[in-house]
């Protein structure tokens, strides 16, 4: 059965950084979500940190991370927020943005609901950083909000996207 993507709607950080890119209002019609974001943010600190979380309804969640630098990999979990997911930062090459990719299965049920990511951080040197996210939230409502925020206090700057699909199986 092929999958059929539909935009839902797009955020794009304009001249002034924001904390988070925010989706409020998700119409349940669909059948999974897809969220792209292409980031960077006025973070600066350590490298290898994560600096982006996702916020499902407003709730908890809880993530396994298997993450890699390119000279060493190792795995980690994290409870509170669903999180581990790169953005290229003001440290990194100037102009380069991380990309991520979370897919959600079955957003509309009332269960828990399951969080896939795939995520890279951007840099133009040898130690790229990459992580594979598996989570899953505490609410069990429909996912109506999904809020991208900054884990290190940083600002999304200009030209930070997000864009949310809707996903229908034909």
Do not use: W
């Amino acid at each position: 059965m092929p999958d059929t993507f539909v935009k839902i709607a797009t955020v794009t950080v304009g001249s002034t950084a924001v904390s988070s890119m925010d989706f409020n209002s998700i119409p349940s019609t669909y059948t999974d979500l897809c969220l792209k974001i292409s980031s960077r943010s006025t973070f600066s600190g350590a490298p290898g940190y994560e600096n982006m979380k996702l916020i499902i309804n407003s709730a908890t969640g809880s993530s396994r991370v298997l993450f890699g630098t390119g000279s060493t990999a190792g795995s980690t979990s994290s409870g509170g927020d669903i999180q581990y997911l790169f953005s290229s930062d003001s440290d990194d090459t100037s102009n380069t943005f991380g990309n991520t990719e979370v897919y959600i299965p079955n957003y509309a049920s009332s269960i828990a609901h399951s969080v896939s990511a795939d995520s890279v951080q951007e840099t133009n040197a040898s130690a790229a950083r990459m992580s594979l996210v598996a989570g899953l939230t505490s609410s069990t409502s429909a996912i109506t909000s999904i809020s991208i925020q900054s884990n290190n206090y940083g600002n999304f700057v200009q030209y930070s996207t997000a864009t949310l699909y809707g996903i229908s199986k034909s």
